[in-house]
């Protein structure tokens, strides 16, 4: 299998731009979730989706932020506009429900710096 | 609030010593914790994980304990090798919480040749 796929893997943006990060989860895998990663506050779920369906966004920082997920394997999280305190890494991570263990898997996160 | 600390965030340990990583937590609600672990540039991968139920769960080189009395758990690396050296993040879990993980912050280890 491929793994979580995450596109751009490295953005560079002006602030007021709009970004879009996008992700592809692990076939047959049915909940999706956001993550951001910075150093003051460590990993932090922004969002996460079962079966499409957005269950939690209490993580979101502020209405800048959106996702969708319109389909079971394509997510993207929206930052309109950018500012510079988004700079910061986001993954995006799958797992599937069923399993005993609770393991997410995560994609290689896109690196976003807003200028 | 933070409700899974990692209060160390850098550790340096001897090649072929033990490397010990610690997590306290604040929530005795939580039940599951787990251990990930990650390289730059790539993703947090799944390392080990333990049920409240135990204590202490073993895989190979790598042992997490559980003190649930004291909200605490630890990963222990015997022996440690240069190719572990990462970040490694401790996570935990409600029960019935969908598998919503809440991540510490880290802790970079290095294991020096």
């Known amino acids: 299998d491929a793994g979580v796929i995450q596109s751009p893997r490295h953005e560079v943006t002006e602030m007021g731009q709009e970004v879009t990060l996008r992700c592809k989860p692990i076939s047959g895998h049915d909940y999706l979730f956001w993550y951001r990663q910075t150093m003051m506050r460590g990993l932090e779920l922004l969002i996460y989706?079962?079966?499409?369906?957005?269950?939690?966004d209490s993580g979101m920082p502020e209405d800048r932020f959106s996702a969708k997920m319109p389909n079971a394997s394509f997510s993207t999280l929206k930052i309109q506009p950018s500012e510079p305190r988004d700079s910061a890494v986001y993954f995006c991570a799958s797992s599937l429900s069923g399993r005993i263990l609770y393991e997410q898997y995560f994609g290689p996160g896109t690196r976003l710096t807003v200028t | 609030d933070q409700q899974v600390k990692q209060n160390s965030p850098s550790l340096s340990v001897q090649e072929g010593r033990i490397s010990i990583l610690n997590c306290d937590y604040t929530n005795s609600m939580f039940d599951y914790f787990l251990w990930y672990k990650k390289y730059p540039a790539e993703g947090p991968t799944f390392l080990i994980s333990i049920s409240s139920i135990k204590d202490k769960n073993e895989d190979g080189r790598f042992t997490v304990f559980l003190n649930k009395s004291a909200k605490h758990l630890s990963l222990h690396i015997v022996p440690s090798q240069p190719g572990d050296s990462a970040v490694y993040f401790c996570?935990?879990?409600?029960?019935?919480?969908?598998?919503?993980?809440?991540f510490g912050s880290g802790t970079q280890l290095t294991v020096l040749p």
């Open positions: 989706f079962n079966n499409n369906v957005p269950i939690d």
């Open positions: 996570a935990a879990s409600l029960s019935g919480s969908a598998r919503q993980l809440t």
